[in-house]
């Protein structure tokens, strides 16, 4: 399929039809540590649509929030209380109304997180199941099983939790129940036509209300292998997609069965005119991943191959053309993911060497290796602009657009990722890609707000600031900008034809051709690098003269094409 774009300022026409996000730029904002409009030091939804506008200058076409649902925080939100409602710190449906009238007003796209997989502990039918007796309705809307042993005193199987120890934890009457994440996250039983039921109606209601698509949480574990009895599987962390079986015969990741439910949900986006959309996270083998993404179930899934490929051309172009292929075999378009909430920020990312273990350099307070942060920083904008002249969508991770490296220092005390406590310090967690941002370049919180924040910030926050990169051609804040503008102008159809044979791909370039005469070459290599003739549109670093210099991308026009 086609889609034409028009030029930015001129024609917003295309934000308009059914297909708007198949190349759309999707900015996560991770509410907590966005804006804080009253000073408690959590940011919240008047804070986020307070900055929206900074969303609509930055160019991109949709904003994605991360939970903002009442939750006890015990996993950043990712523990849903009620899935119909706002957490009171984060401000009230009102104030969801009002964020998404004014996206809307900026020409801007909602889309919202569900998280299917598990509810919190907290939950009304959590709750409920807790008061109730073995074996009742309440029960069954969960997995609650007896243990082995003679007492049932062991875990019913030796499945492991995504955030490390046993999947499952004992209640005082003596049964266990099933947590593929934190004890505070019961899983669902998605057998149960009940919670299927209360799923749709959750869907309705946020696109009731206006949000124009959902990210879609865990995908691929809603689906468990539930007859008795429960298989063991050999206590491996089997979070990783690699550790994945080809045909779907894992008891509780990327079974078959899955694809009903997302069927199902595809009936309801379609209710709706344009028809919702939706991305999976689903952390499975690339061969299984386009069953998530046909137009007849969630439309698009996240591809995590590109965030972690090391940036040597050879892996990225097979990355790409994996991608690609996947993608259109899906009737989908690929997505492109450098940084997000779960993961060391793609700034610091690559500026440690290659084989750097990066927990092991997070554990180490970010010391051993030292962190080359110009260094990162350069690759990572190469990475970025390669990434946003690709065909597909792009997800950006709030603070990408300044460059902001991963706060690997954070003292110990100050950690709340239950990654941290649940690995018994083998891993350091998350927090270091969710400390606050930095508006503004002194004053409270640098801008977040006006009451601190809740992850401490570095004291250079103020230098990485938007304020401080603002007009400054070379800033990152400006390269996004700038990017963005270009791409809107450039985008036509969803082509994409290689220029590099595979021989320049393994000396470090990639180049390609976009329809129109819009070229994107990358230097992967330590050497500069020919340039395409033609208009210099926009590159990652300073070009002087005809070649490329080391580590940078370029966008080139060249005239008819
Ligand atoms: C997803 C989220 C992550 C969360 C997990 C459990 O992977 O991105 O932040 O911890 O699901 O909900």
Not at 74 to 100: E, H, I, M, Q
Not at 193 to 206: I, K, N
Not at 502 to 520: I, K
Request: net charge negative; with cysteine.
């Amino acid at each position: 399929m086609t889609v034409r774009y028009h030029a930015a300022g001129t024609d917003t026409a295309h934000r308009d039809t059914r297909d708007w996000w198949r190349q759309a730029v999707v900015y996560q904002v991770y509410p907590r540590s966005f804006a804080d409009s009253d000073g408690d030091g959590i940011g919240d939804l008047p804070g986020a649509t307070s900055r929206l506008g900074h969303l609509a200058a930055l160019g991109v076409d949709a904003v994605w929030l991360s939970p903002f649902y009442p939750s006890e925080l015990a996993d950043g939100g990712y523990d849903v209380a009620d899935y119909r409602d706002v957490d009171p710190r984060l401000g009230t449906l009102d104030d969801f109304d009002a964020l998404v009238a004014e996206a809307h007003r900026l020409g801007l796209k909602v889309m919202v997180d569900i998280v299917p997989n598990h509810s919190s502990d907290q939950h009304a039918w959590f709750q409920e199941a807790l008061r109730s007796a073995p074996g009742s309705a309440a029960r069954e809307r969960y997995v609650f099983r007896a243990g082995k042993g003679e007492h049932g005193e062991l875990p019913p199987t030796d499945w492991v939790s995504c955030f490390g120890g046993p999947a499952w934890t004992r209640l005082p009457d003596g049964w266990w129940y099933l947590h593929l994440f934190a004890p505070q996250q019961p899983d669902f039983n998605w057998d149960n036509p009940e919670v299927r039921a209360d799923f749709r109606t959750t869907l309705r209601f946020w696109s009731d209300r206006g949000v124009d698509g959902f990210r879609v949480d865990v995908a691929h574990g809603l689906a468990k292998d539930l007859a008795a009895p429960l298989r063991d599987i050999g206590a491996v962390e089997a979070c990783e997609p690699r550790d994945l079986p080809e045909d779907g015969s894992h008891p509780f990741w990327d079974r078959d069965e899955v694809h009903e439910i997302f069927r199902d949900w595809r009936g309801v986006f379609d209710e709706y005119d344009p028809p919702r959309v939706a991305v999976a996270e689903a952390w499975v083998r690339n061969s299984r991943r386009t069953a998530y993404a046909t137009p007849q179930e969630l439309g698009q899934a996240f591809n995590f191959d590109f965030l972690e490929a090391a940036l040597r051309a050879g892996v990225l172009r097979a990355c790409i053309d994996t991608a690609l292929a996947d993608a259109r075999a899906a009737g989908a378009t690929a997505t492109w993911v450098l940084s997000n909430h779960d993961v060391i920020r793609h700034a610091s990312r690559h500026g440690l060497p290659e084989a750097c273990d990066a927990e092991a350099w997070l554990l180490s307070d970010g010391r051993r290796p030292a962190l080359d942060r110009e260094d990162g920083l350069r690759r990572a904008l190469a990475a970025t602009l390669l990434m946003l002249a690709l065909p597909g969508s792009g997800y950006l991770y709030q603070g990408e657009e300044l460059g902001l490296p991963e706060v690997a220092d954070l003292d110990r005390a100050a950690l709340q990722d239950p990654v941290w406590t649940r690995s018994q310090g083998r891993s350091k967690g998350r927090d270091g890609c969710r400390v606050p941002l930095p508006w503004r370049r002194d004053g409270s919180s640098y801008g977040f707000g006006s009451g601190g924040s809740w992850l401490p910030q570095p004291p250079y926050w103020g230098e990485v600031s938007v304020e401080a990169q603002e007009g400054d051609p070379a800033a990152p804040l400006e390269v996004y900008r700038t990017a963005l503008r270009l791409r809107r102008r450039l985008l036509a159809d969803e082509a994409l034809e290689w220029l590099s044979g595979p021989d320049e791909a393994a000396g470090g370039l990639l180049h390609f051709r976009r329809s129109g005469g819009w070229h994107c070459v990358t230097n992967l290599s330590d050497t500069p690098q020919p340039l395409p003739g033609g208009t210099l549109l926009l590159s990652s670093a300073p070009v002087t003269g005809e070649r490329l210099p080391p580590w940078t991308t370029a966008w080139v026009r060249t005239a008819t094409e």
